[in-house]
């Protein structure tokens, strides 16, 4: 172990990568998104460049996100992606190699797994810890994991919804649905399409979900211009949507988000249960911005529910927590090699 060995705590994420530094904090916020050159296979742009290119490329230019619901689906590609963010995030440093600490969903398997910590090996890093997302949110959110105490969390980003009850640093239940930010953006897009005839992008469904969209229905609505593609005449038109009907586009979607946290209630422990009711569920995860998710989780579950400080930052910063007290969170952490 050399004197001076840089820590960095990775949320590698299916739609952003948070790159977070002890004694920093986040450094790093960029789009897990690749921009690939067709011909050659060459690697172009990570981050928020590539992300520029999504549906505005030539065709032999592909934007391409590896992760795939949490998990790798592209190991080359992750790889470089890694590199780019190991070697961002390091600057000046970058002839010191630092040990990393990666997340990965609650569902991942044992080689999904090792296939994370040789990519961050290869990509740059000395060791390579992986711990599952709902630990680091916990730990993020500032939840206190080692005690004997039941806490659960839900952790909503794009690709996945990790939900788990944790005590005594591990998880004793816990489900991951991959129903999360990506597919209320495409259910929106599908609305927008049968009820209006009108094409949109990802881009925009998601700029939808942000500025009106909600998980109950609510009193006062507010309202957004679109601007698409008419299917019928193939030219541009815009269109005004309203609160209420993206909660109808996006109700299906929310149920299964909400079925996964009934399951895991119903599977945890009646001592623990009964802590849950105490404490309430912590919300992490970018999706869990959603506005009044918190009151849709109260009414189907009937159990407390509130949004965790800075929900998209929890994952990241619990890397950089457990990092700096590996000994402490020992048993939730996987081996390195």
Not at 123 to 139: C, F
Not at 157 to 181: H, N
Not at 298 to 312: C, H, Y
Request: hydrophobic share 45%; with cysteine; net charge neutral.
């Amino acid at each position: 172990m050399s004197f001076f060995s840089p820590k960095l705590g990775i949320d590698l994420g299916t739609a952003n990568t948070l790159v977070f530094v002890p004694g920093k904090g986040v450094i790093l916020n960029e789009p897990s998104v690749v921009a690939i050159s067709e011909i050659d296979k060459r690697i172009l742009a990570v981050g928020f460049e590539a992300k520029e290119m999504i549906g505005r490329t030539p065709d032999e230019i592909i934007a391409y996100r590896p992760m795939r619901d949490g998990v790798i689906a592209d190991y080359r590609v992750t790889q470089a992606m890694l590199r780019y963010f190991i070697g961002k995030a390091m600057g000046r440093f970058s002839f010191f190699k630092p040990e990393v600490m990666v997340s990965v969903p609650a569902g991942v398997t044992s080689t999904e797994r090792r296939a994370v910590v040789e990519a961050a090996i290869k990509g740059g890093a000395r060791n390579a810890y992986v711990v599952k997302e709902p630990v680091l949110a916990a730990i993020g959110a500032g939840i206190p994991i080692q005690e004997p105490r039941g806490h659960m969390i839900v952790d909503i980003g794009g690709g996945t919804t990790d939900v788990a009850v944790i005590s005594l640093g591990g998880i004793v239940a816990s489900t991951s649905v991959k129903c999360a930010g990506d597919r209320l953006d495409h259910a929106i897009a599908d609305y927008i399409k049968k009820t209006f005839n009108l094409a949109i992008g990802d881009k925009t469904a998601e700029q939808i979900k942000i500025q009106v969209g909600s998980a109950v229905p609510v009193e006062e609505e507010l309202a957004m211009i679109i601007k698409g593609r008419d299917f019928i005449t193939g030219l541009p038109r815009q269109t005004e949507i309203r609160t209420n009907e993206i909660v109808k586009a996006i109700g299906r979607e929310l149920r299964e988000i909400i079925k996964a946290i009934r399951d895991v209630l119903q599977e945890t422990p009646p001592e623990l249960a009964a802590d849950i009711i105490d404490y309430g569920i912590i919300m992490t995860g970018g999706t869990s911005q959603l506005r009044n998710f918190p009151e849709l989780v109260l009414r189907r579950t009937g159990v407390r529910a509130e949004l965790a400080q800075d929900p998209l930052y929890c994952v990241a910063k619990g890397t950089g927590i457990a990092l700096e007290h590996l000994d402490t969170y020992k048993r939730s952490i996987i081996a390195k090699r």
